[in-house]
């Protein structure tokens, strides 16, 4: 079955760096997210992307952040200036429709902010 | 979005024996999805059950709907070592609204 790939599987930065986590989607699909599960704790949503732009974002999903879609294939997500508190597990996941049938999940990325 | 809330928070089993999880949601669905995240990986989808259908099955999980009590439930039989990971719902209701998961049930299934 096709997956979706995120890269690196682990990044450790310095508090104030910027971080690109990386995503291949799976390729014939066309909805993009993000979520983040901080140790111990429930899987939050941070934001949807579609058609080369933001669908939907959560609150936790502030000026610090963005995504992108630089090519056909990779999905990023930035953040600016890490926190301590931005230390999770990001998760990528794609869908071919806008989430209401199933969504795959990558593998994760764990990012730790010292 | 609407959340599913998961009951029970955690739940310890012999192999061999089922396991049963509960999920309760608050407004109108299209349907309602179940996913199951072992340590540390990513979730993985495990069934879907739409807003007009009662009952569900896939192998060894059965899933029902209630639509009005706004609950389901997820049924593992016969349930393995390699059943143990956390488990989610995700209602999905007809606005369009992105899934987002509750606490989960953490099953743990001792061999």
């Known amino acids: 079955e096709p997956e979706v790939t995120q890269t690196p599987s682990h990044q450790v930065t310095q508090m104030g760096q910027e971080v690109i986590l990386r995503c291949v989607p799976i390729?014939?699909?066309?909805?993009f997210y993000w979520y983040r599960q901080i140790l111990g704790q429930k899987v939050e949503f941070l934001v949807s992307?579609?058609?080369?732009?933001?669908?939907?974002k959560s609150e936790i999903f502030d000026d610090q952040f963005s995504v992108e879609r630089p090519d056909g294939s990779n999905f990023t997500l930035k953040i600016r200036s890490t926190k301590l508190e931005d230390s999770a597990m990001y998760f990528c996941?794609?869908?071919?429709?806008?989430?209401?049938?199933?969504?795959?999940f990558g593998s994760g990325t764990q990012l730790s902010v010292l | 979005s609407q959340q599913g809330e998961e009951d029970p928070q955690a739940l310890s089993i012999q192999e061999g024996e089922n396991a049963t999880m509960n999920c309760s949601y608050k407004?109108?669905?299209?349907?309602l999805q179940w996913y199951r995240q072992n340590s540390g990986r990513g979730l993985v989808h495990l069934i879907l059950?739409?807003?007009?259908?009662r009952e569900k099955h896939s192998g060894r999980l059965r899933v029902t709907l209630d639509t009005s009590k706004k609950s389901s439930s997820l049924l593992i039989t016969a349930s393995r070592a390699a059943d143990t990971a956390s488990y989610f719902c995700?209602?999905?209701?007809?606005?369009?609204?992105?899934?987002?998961f509750g606490g989960g049930t953490r099953l743990m299934v001792k061999p």
């Open positions: 059950i739409r807003s007009n259908e």
């Open positions: 995700a209602p999905y209701d007809n606005a369009g609204n992105m899934l987002t």
């Open positions: 407004t109108s669905i299209n349907n």
């Open positions: 992307f579609y058609n080369n732009e933001i669908s939907e």
């Open positions: 390729s014939n699909h066309l909805y």
């Open positions: 996941a794609s869908s071919p429709d806008n989430g209401s049938e199933k969504l795959f």
